[in-house]
T-cell receptor
Framework: EAEVAQSPRYKITEKSQAVAFWCDPI?????LYWYRQILGQGPELLVQ????????DSQLPKDRFSAERLKGVDSTLKIQPAELGDSAMYLC??????????????FGPGTRLLVL | EDKVVQSPLSLVVHEGDTVTLNCSYE??????LLWYKQEKKAPTFLFML????IEKKSGRLSSILDKKELFSILNITATQTGDSAVYLC???????????FGKGTKLSVIP
C-alpha cells in the first residue's frame, strides 16, 4: 500500500540552528500539506501545495519557516533559526486532486522535532 | 476561539465498555467532517461524513453527523486495549479542503 514518506523521523537541535524536513507524498497525489502538531493539540495547517504552487501559507511563520515543492512531487520544510517553541511533530499529508468528493488526506509518520 | 471542540479531552474505560466521543463545531460552510485515530504516530483515517443523519460503520466503530445541531459523535462498542489512542475530529473546508482539527480525545482502555 502506498504511503507518505517523511524523514528524518526524529530531530534534536539547538535553538538558533537550521533544520529541514522532507516529505514524499503518495505517487500521483497533487495536493500536499504540512501540519504542525504541538503536544496535546490537534494538527494545525502550516502550508498547502497544489502541484508546485502554494495554495495557502497564511499560517506559516514566514520570518523563520519556508516550504517548497519545486517539481510538484516531494517537498521540504525548513526552519531557520529554530526556537524552543518549535518543538512539535511535523506531519506531512497528501491527497488526490482537489474537488474529489471522497478524497481524504493520508498522513506520513511525522518528524518529531525537539529544540534544546 | 476554537472552531472544532472535542469532548471529553480524556477518558478512561474498562475493556468491554462502550464509549461515545463528541465533536461540536461552529463552522456551517464545510464539505465534510472526518474522524482520525492517532496512536504514537500520524493520524489514520476512520470516517468521513458529509450528510446529516447517515451513520457510517466499521466494525465496532460508528459515527454520525448532525448538521442541524452542529455536532458529530464517534461510538466505539466493546472497547479493547488496542482502541487506546487519541481520536481527532476535523472539518474539511468547503473550498480548499483544508482540515481544521480539534484537540482530540485521549481514550485509555484498561484491561
Amino acid at each position: 500500500e502506498a504511503e507518505v514518506a517523511q524523514s528524518p523521523r526524529y530531530k534534536i537541535t539547538e535553538k538558533s540552528q537550521a533544520v529541514a524536513f522532507w516529505c514524499d507524498p503518495i505517487s500521483g497525489h497533487a495536493t500536499l500539506y504540512w501540519y504542525r502538531q504541538i503536544l496535546g493539540q490537534g494538527p494545525e495547517l502550516l502550508v498547502q501545495f497544489q502541484d508546485e504552487s502554494v495554495v495557502d501559507d497564511s499560517q506559516l511563520p514566514k520570518d523563520r519557516f519556508s516550504a517548497e515543492r519545486l517539481k510538484g512531487v516531494d517537498s521540504t520544510l525548513k526552519i531557520q533559526p529554530a526556537e524552543l517553541g518549535d518543538s512539535a511533530m511535523y506531519l506531512c499529508a497528501s491527497s488526490p486532486r482537489l474537488a474529489l468528493r471522497e478524497e481524504t488526506q493520508y498522513f506520513g509518520p511525522g518528524t518529531r522535532l525537539l529544540v534544546l | 476561539e476554537d472552531k472544532v471542540v472535542q469532548s471529553p479531552l480524556s477518558l478512561v474505560v474498562h475493556e468491554g465498555d462502550t464509549v461515545t466521543l463528541n465533536c461540536s463545531y461552529e463552522v456551517t460552510n464545510f464539505r465534510s467532517l472526518l474522524w482520525y485515530k492517532q496512536e504514537k504516530k500520524a493520524p489514520t483515517f476512520l470516517f468521513m461524513l458529509t450528510s446529516s443523519g447517515i451513520e457510517k460503520k466499521s466494525g465496532r466503530l460508528s459515527s454520525i453527523l448532525d448538521k442541524k445541531e452542529l455536532f458529530s459523535i464517534l461510538n466505539i462498542t466493546a472497547t479493547q486495549t488496542g482502541d487506546s489512542a487519541v481520536y481527532l475530529c476535523a472539518l474539511g473546508g468547503a473550498g480548499s479542503y483544508q482540515l481544521t482539527f480539534g484537540k482530540g480525545t485521549k481514550l485509555s482502555v484498561i484491561p
